[in-house]
């Protein structure tokens, strides 16, 4: 599979050197659009009064400035946390600012910041208890390898929970470019039950899944537009038009996106899958005797 927007690739592939700028630029604007990703981020964490979990140290995968911080530390209290994000400027603009006199007293809390890709985590095996990941997986073609990196710096009972977008999300935006002509400007999301089978075979032992639909609304397509611009989810595709919307076109997709217009309003659709699965101990055999395997030599 040809992610990296070379010719040949799918046109509904990412294209990661743009989603990375996209995010860079991002970095300073993203609590303006970041309703979705805080109201995620709540019922994430309540999830955690029915878990017992204690992790000594916590990884925000593709942690963007790091909203989620200040409620995974209100949950464990002094569990180091680390956040990693694709842009190295996301990844600084969550890095907290500790007082002078905290840091010189060693009392700033345990938190540092990583640039690096999910699929290739810079981390030893069994490196934390919990990894956590709010509305990110979605942005790769293929969460497996994702999964799997999981799955190996987790220690061993330790939980990885997520949330990522699912295939109904931005449908009345899909409908409304549809209608006004032939492109790729909504990107693809992948299913829960791919999601699922991803777990199983990374190794994650029965994973929990479900999804819910969250609708926001908005007084124009604008306002759409301006938070999908200001959380760096602009349109990535390897497919994408490389030159600006007509405005011919433009005003299609409006006419056809007010027809989905209810009680005054426009509505967004966000499927939101959620996940959470341990790591379980490797298997061992129920006998302590050793198991020797060998081959005869020819006569």
Known sequence: ????????????????????????????????????????????????????????????????PGAARAGLRNRFGAAGIVGLDLAV???????????????????????????????????????????????????????LPAIREAQRVLEVDGLFMFSMLGPDTLKELRAAFADAGPGWHVKRFIDLHDIGDALGAAGFGAPVMDMEILTLTYADLDGLFADLRATGSANAMTGRRRTLTGRARMQRV????????????????????????????????????AVISFTPRRK
């Open 89 to 143: 400027a996301m990844a600084r603009a969550g890095m907290p600012r500790a007082p002078a006199w905290r840091r010189w007293l060693g009392g700033a809390p345990a938190t540092s910041a990583v640039c690096a890709d999910m699929a290739a985590l810079p981390f030893a095996p069994g490196a934390f208890g919990l990894i956590w990941s709010n509305l990110a997986l979605h942005w790769l073609d293929d969460p």
């Open 254 to 289: 409006r006419s056809a996106y007010e027809m989905a217009r209810r009680d005054g309003r426009l509505p967004a659709t966000f499927e939101v899958i959620y996940g959470h699965a341990w790591k379980a101990a490797p298997r061992r055999r129920a006998s302590a005797e």
């Open 1 to 64: 599979m040809d992610d990296t927007g070379a010719p040949g690739a799918e046109p509904f592939f990412a294209d990661r050197a743009a989603q990375k700028r996209n995010f860079e630029r991002a970095a300073t604007s993203f609590t303006r659009g970041d309703v979705l990703h805080r109201e995620v981020a709540g019922r994430m964490l309540e999830r955690f009064d029915v878990i017992k979990l204690a992790p000594r140290r916590i990884l925000d995968l593709g942690s963007g």
